[in-house]
């Protein structure tokens, strides 16, 4: 009799915790659930338990602490972002009328009659003003790019032609330079959703890059998918981390005019479109590399 008691009470207690440890695991599940979907939200709703369970509760009300913290510091980040964003375009919105201003009165001084040396110095004041140009328009439009928030305007383009037209508009400068490009294309164009003028930069700013620090050569592939690979050696760029070539205003000290901009302007752009870019180094040979979805 005893043991027929005993097998009854162990049953109901098997019972008892079994469901007890289903309803803690489904709670647990859907702590889970909202935790998800309150991360990817933007949103300051918190994690909500209708469970009595104490450690379910305990582990719902840590999270709710995490998740207060987290909205704060990603709000702060975010108003810090704006802060700069708008700082950097007012700067150099504002840097635009006094370097015009003073490209205006070069032109002036350089119709007036001057000495040699009065001459060369002006020359001087002329290169370090379009420099200061160059790196104000950057500013301006990376910090356009960066800010936007708007979807960009996609089309159907064919990628092999709008590279072709790059190189095309480059072809003068790289030949000047001794470069002549080695280009690998498909036959037939390739189609991919993009925005058109978003590619011409893109396109544009590594054919520049590759402008100021290749030692002479230049290779251009694309393959079939459209993944494209410019490819060129440069011994300045021995020992230097590529990852930081897409960092902002970074460049190397040896670059012909360069604002560090142009290749993190690509990045934001080809990422913006659903694409990668990276790059590498094979001994002094420098590749970077883009790839499209879909």
Same mark, same amino acid.
């Given at each position: 009799m005893l043991s027929w008691i005993l097998c009854i009470v162990f049953g109901f207690a098997a019972v008892f915790f079994g469901v007890?440890?289903?309803? $803690?695991?489904?709670? $647990?599940?859907? $702590?889970?659930?909202?935790?998800?979907?309150?991360?990817?939200?933007?949103?300051?709703?918190l994690i909500s338990v209708s469970s009595g369970d104490k450690a379910v509760r305990e582990l719902a009300a840590g999270l709710n602490r995490h998740l207060k913290e987290l909205k704060r510091l990603q709000r702060q980040y975010e108003s810090g972002g704006r802060e700069l964003k708008d700082a950097v375009t007012n700067i150099s919105h504002d840097l635009r009328t006094p370097l015009t201003a003073i490209c205006g009165y070069l032109e002036l001084l350089e119709r007036e009659p001057k000495s040699e040396a009065v001459e060369r110095y002006i020359g001087f004041i002329r290169n370090r003003a379009e420099a200061m140009k160059q790196l104000t328009e950057e500013l301006f439009r990376y910090s356009v790019i960066i800010s936007t928030s708007e979807d960009m305007v996609l089309e159907d383009l064919d990628i092999r032609a709008s590279l072709e037209d790059s190189i095309a508009g480059f072809y003068a400068a790289l030949t000047e330079r001794g470069i002549e490009p080695q280009i690998s294309l498909p036959e037939i164009g390739i189609i991919k959703r993009l925005n058109r003028e978003a590619l011409s930069r893109i396109y544009g700013n590594i054919l520049n890059n590759a402008l100021k620090y290749s030692d002479g050569d230049l290779y251009v592939t694309m393959t079939s998918d459209g993944a494209t690979e410019f490819s060129n050696t440069s011994e300045n760029l021995g020992g230097v981390d590529v990852g930081k070539l897409f960092d902002r205003f970074f460049s190397v000290e040896a670059a012909r005019n360069s604002t560090g901009l142009g290749l993190a302007i690509s990045k934001a752009l080809v990422e913006q479109m659903g694409g990668s870019i990276s790059a590498r180094m094979d001994g002094d040979l420098l590749t970077i590399r883009i790839e499209w979805g879909g």
């Open positions: 007890r440890l289903y309803l $803690v695991r489904r709670s $647990v599940r859907d $702590v889970c659930r909202d935790l998800g979907e309150l991360l990817k939200e933007d949103t300051n709703g």
